[in-house]
């Protein structure tokens, strides 16, 4: 039997809940909405499977382009290549994770880092902090795991995807510290404008494959916490681990920091690297977005994107 507010709504409003369980209620109105706390299971489970998607096929693209007779390392004999190779397959499975609908609910991620970023602006509750950070490790763990039962022939050939410096630790430090705040800078600069934070995963592919290609001989290019401690457990090695914990979360308070003082005038709209009006958010978002679940009765209240208001504080 339907409500007397679901015969009133318009056919296509009654039609848009069925894209999935992940989009919000459809008789809900988009509106901005404030970062609000909780336990976001869904949130956090769409960070997981995110996390592990990308990381099991980015270490599978590893194994393919390093390992001693793989076929990607036979076609392409200059190292540099295969580092930009790499790199744009860890960037384009990033964007395929942020454009579908898991990435849609959780923002996409995938990195302690990233969320320690939208945090620092303001964007992210403690909550989603640490539950985001845990669900990323978790889906690293899954993705070394999976790594090593499929590819067993490649996988001890390239150190299980393990990343180490060559360089003294703390030079190693900055560098992921430097990578981390570069790759930071880029996504807050996309996503300040609601013309350029469409474009977000498109740019994150493209600056991943350069800071790959620039940072890898140097450190591995980590620029997450997640991708280096879940290859490390698995294996039960830590080559120079605190460089990883310490180097990506300092690189991006600082990125941080530096847009807030490089882009005075600018706010990032949403945490999100790709984000759709249809899908709610436990972040604070400046652009529409659905109202969540669990703070449905904040429906079609608006915050308007004011230098002075409590989502840019």
């Not at 990323?136 to 990343?163: D, E, P």
């Not at 530096?258 to 600018?266: C, D, I, N, T, Y």
Request: with cysteine.
């Amino acid at each position: 039997m339907r409500t007397d507010s679901q015969a009133a709504a318009p056919p296509q409003a009654r039609a848009s809940g069925r894209g999935g369980l992940l989009k919000g209620h459809p008789l809900d109105s988009p509106a901005p909405q404030e970062k609000i706390a909780g336990w976001h299971w869904t949130e956090w489970g769409c960070e997981l499977l995110g996390t592990a998607f990308q990381l099991f096929l980015g270490f599978s693209a590893v194994a393919f382009f390093e390992a001693p007779g793989a076929p990607g390392r036979a076609a392409i004999p200059s190292a540099g290549w295969r580092l930009v190779s790499i790199g744009a397959c860890f960037g384009v499975l990033a964007a395929i994770v942020a454009v579908s609908p898991v990435g849609k609910r959780s923002g996409a991620h995938l990195n302690p880092a990233v969320t320690l970023g939208f945090f620092a602006r303001k964007h992210t509750h403690v909550a989603d902090l640490i539950g985001y950070a845990v669900a990323q490790l978790c889906g690293a763990l899954v993705a070394a795991a999976g790594l090593g039962w499929a590819w067993s022939r490649w996988t001890h050939q390239i150190g299980n995807a393990r990343t180490s410096p060559v360089l003294p630790a703390w030079e190693a430090v900055c560098v992921e510290a430097g990578l981390t705040m570069a790759l930071l800078l880029v996504v807050f600069t996309m996503v300040s404008s609601a013309r350029t934070a469409r474009w977000t995963p498109a740019v994150v592919t493209g600056i991943l494959s350069g800071l790959i290609w620039a940072g890898a001989p140097y450190t591995g290019a980590s620029m997450n916490p997640a991708r280096t401690l879940g290859p490390d457990l698995v294996s039960g090695m830590y080559p120079a681990l605190w460089v990883y914990l310490v180097g990506p979360p300092v690189g991006a308070l600082l990125a941080s920091w530096v847009f807030g003082l490089l882009a005075r005038e600018r706010t990032t709209l949403t945490a999100k690297l790709f984000h759709d009006k249809d899908y709610p958010s436990t972040q604070a978002t400046h652009l529409p977005a659905k109202p969540h679940p669990s703070n449905r009765q904040q429906a079609g209240r608006v915050v308007h994107p004011a230098a002075d208001s409590p989502m840019s504080r």
